[in-house]
């Protein structure tokens, strides 16, 4: 290693995104380290090349807050089903249900709930099936952003 060159290294069970992972959300205190440790590296990367530090590393506004608008909902609904007879899938983020997908009543809920939970770019505190009117799962996670309050 050249001289003035550090190598970072993730604290102890914190994996890097190329590691398969094995659960869905790391606890806020991993997480939070995580961050640190990044914030840390590119606040170094700017002094080593005799940059100013930006402030943007620190900046914890959530860019996709859609309180202040610039957020969109589709809703995916399989031919020949409707809301009241198929399958839903939903989220939950702060405090407000939104429909991701409608399905045929048939199919396995838990499949498309994780597929949603893998792909889903917002923070989320639930996602939710409905055959119809009645919830039949959820999965509350807990999402920097969101706020496991808004689940009643």
Same mark, same amino acid.
């Given at each position: 290693?050249?001289? $003035?060159?550090?190598?970072?290294?993730?604290?102890? $069970?914190?994996?890097p995104s190329w590691v398969p992972q094995i659960r869905l959300f790391a606890p806020a205190t991993e997480a939070?380290?995580?961050i640190t440790t990044l914030r840390d590296a590119?606040?170094?990367?700017?002094?080593?090349?005799?940059?100013p530090v930006e402030a943007w590393p620190d900046d914890d506004e959530d860019a996709v807050d859609p309180r202040k608008g610039g957020f969109a909902n589709a809703t995916v &609904?399989?031919? $020949?089903?409707?809301r009241e007879t198929g399958?839903?899938?939903?989220?939950v983020m702060f405090g407000?249900?939104?429909e991701s997908e409608v399905t045929h009543p048939e199919e396995d809920p838990a499949p498309l709930m994780l597929h949603l939970l893998s792909k889903i770019k917002v923070p989320i505190s639930a996602v939710r099936a409905y055959r119809g009117n009645e919830m039949i799962d959820e999965i509350v996670v807990t999402m920097?952003?969101?706020? &496991?309050r808004e689940i009643s």
């Open positions: 290693m050249a001289e $003035g060159t550090r190598r970072l290294r993730f604290e102890e $069970g914190i994996r939070e380290t995580a590119i606040k170094d990367m700017y002094t080593r090349t005799g940059n &609904i399989s031919a $020949g089903v409707t399958l839903r899938i939903c989220y407000q249900e939104y920097r952003g969101s706020s &496991i």
